[in-house]
């Protein structure tokens, strides 16, 4: 197989600045108390790994689990059916919970992941994303905090994947006429 082309549509330091002015967004929003952020595996790991360390550097500690759902998009036709294969470890009653994802698209694991939280007991369930792709949302849900809203491109990197590869490139490249 041919390699597809990427074209770097986010640089490595235009998401190291964005990333810097989230985490503050995120201190003034008033998350900085007791806050547990939860990342999305796979494709949020990089994004909740800088934030994280942003976050530290804009005065807020906090602590950090893992979560892991089932994609719907498995199967050719959505079923709506999401479930748990990695639960976090941490009891989020009455916890600041900062849900961090890579991007933001129809929005239903999203939805369901942060009704999933509210239930549980967090006292406040927000939601950051690297990524909005606010063009084919069918859920009722926004971010609290976006990094960039993307065009309608299918894009790799910082976490993303094609297939499984990708993740690891240090910039969002768009993935040109992928085969
Ligand atoms: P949704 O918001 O539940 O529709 O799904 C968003 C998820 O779809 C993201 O967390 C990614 O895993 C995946 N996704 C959507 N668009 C892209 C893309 O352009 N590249 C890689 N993954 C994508
Ligand atoms: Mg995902």
Known sequence: ?????????????????????LAGEI????????????????????????????????GVSPEVDFMSLSSYRAGTTSTGTITVLRDL???VAGRQVLIVDDILES???????????????????GLAVLLDKPGHRAAEIEADFVGFTCPD?????FGMDMGHAFRELPYIGHVVDPQ
């Open 107 to 125: 929005g239903r694991t999203l939805a369901w992941a942060k009704r999933l939280l509210g239930e549980r007991g967090a006292a406040r369930v």
């Open 153 to 157: 491109l299918f894009v790799v990197g």
């Open 27 to 58: 201190r003034d929003a008033g998350f900085g108390e007791r806050l547990l952020v939860v990342a999305v595996l796979k494709g949020g790991f990089v994004f909740a790994a800088d934030l994280i360390r942003a976050l530290h550097h804009a």
């Open 89 to 91: 470890e941490t009891d």
């Open 1 to 21: 197989m041919t390699e597809p082309r990427i074209d770097v549509l986010f640089s490595t330091e235009a998401i190291a600045a964005r990333i810097a002015g």
